[in-house]
């Protein structure tokens, strides 16, 4: 919305009045950011259930019609007469702020980002840098429904579009990369893994599996990567405190300590051309 947007405060206020839902806190919860953020869009999901309010974003649009641009052509919106209660899907904000707090990513739980209401229908997103001043947003994205506003069925689809002049303006090329590990696993040990590949990434590139496909897929995905070694991942390997470690080239494969790796592999690119 325009208001939320522009931080146009009194405006979001009165309309909130206006469609009688002042009461659910949604002022309080673009003013909160980070945990407390959370916590608040918990307890407003939580008073949406117990009391099944019949309020939807259809009634938001028809209400606030003079704040949104009109879609040209197939839908009004990806998001009209769905029911908020719907398509809040907390939980899998939830599972996805536990994955960034696993790959221990900076960031910061923000329900004032705005971005396309014709079509965003879930999470979005931005990044940000540093060195670019007021102009620091560097990427922006979310989950959105693109087909449908050109008469094709509702698809949901994620992306970004990058911004390569601010990019090039902080990037800085050091060397050749090495070649990377590929870390697979079980779809169980996701957020274990996703820690391991963070330990490892502060010696050598790793590349992880994002498309949920199963280990066999993941090793298959490894050797047409160009990984010369494959690090493989399941909840024996994260009880016993050793990783399956799988030469991609000769195809031996032996268990090995997250530091046994990481002074195995090092050795292994420091005699590389």
């Known amino acids: 919305m325009r208001m939320i947007d522009k931080k146009e405060r009194d405006a979001l206020a009165e309309l909130l009045e206006e469609i009688d839902c002042s009461h659910l806190g949604l002022l309080e919860l ?3 950011k980070g945990d407390p953020a959370m916590n608040k869009a918990a307890q407003i999901a939580g008073d949406l259930r117990i009391n099944r309010e019949p309020l939807n974003t259809g009634d938001i649009s028809s209400h606030a019609a003079e704040y949104q641009p009109k879609a040209s052509s197939g ?6 007469g769905r029911a908020v209660e719907a398509e809040l899907n907390l939980d899998q904000f939830e599972e996805t702020v536990d994955l960034l707090k696993a790959y221990g990513a900076d960031f910061t739980i923000d329900f004032e980002i705005v ?11 931005e990044i940000y840098a540093q060195g670019l001043g007021a102009q620091r947003q560097i990427c922006g994205g979310g989950t959105y429904e693109l087909a449908s506003l050109f008469g094709g069925k509702e698809t949901s689809s994620t992306g970004f579009g990058l911004g390569f002049d601010r990019i090039m303006e902080i990037a800085k090329m050091e060397g050749i990369c090495s070649p ?10 996701k957020k274990e893994a996703a820690g391991i590949a963070r330990d490892l990434r502060k010696s050598f590139p790793v590349i992880m599996d994002v498309m ?6 993941q090793i298959k995905a490894a050797a047409g990567s160009g990984a010369d070694y ?6 024996d390997e994260i009880e016993c405190g050793k990783l399956a470690l799988r030469d991609m080239k000769g195809g031996e494969q032996e268990s ?3 530091a046994e790796i990481e002074e195995k592999l090092k050795a292994h690119f420091q005699r590389l051309p």
Do not use: W
């Open 30 to 32: 673009i003013d909160s």
């Open 230 to 235: 494959v690090a493989i991942v399941g909840r």
């Open 180 to 189: 990377p590990l590929y870390l697979a696993f079980t779809p169980d040990v």
């Open 75 to 80: 839908r009004d919106s990806a998001r009209e």
């Open 256 to 258: 090995l300590s997250l």
């Open 212 to 217: 949920g496909r199963s280990l066999g897929a």
């Open 115 to 125: 971005r396309g209401l014709e079509y965003y229908s879930g999470t979005v997103f």
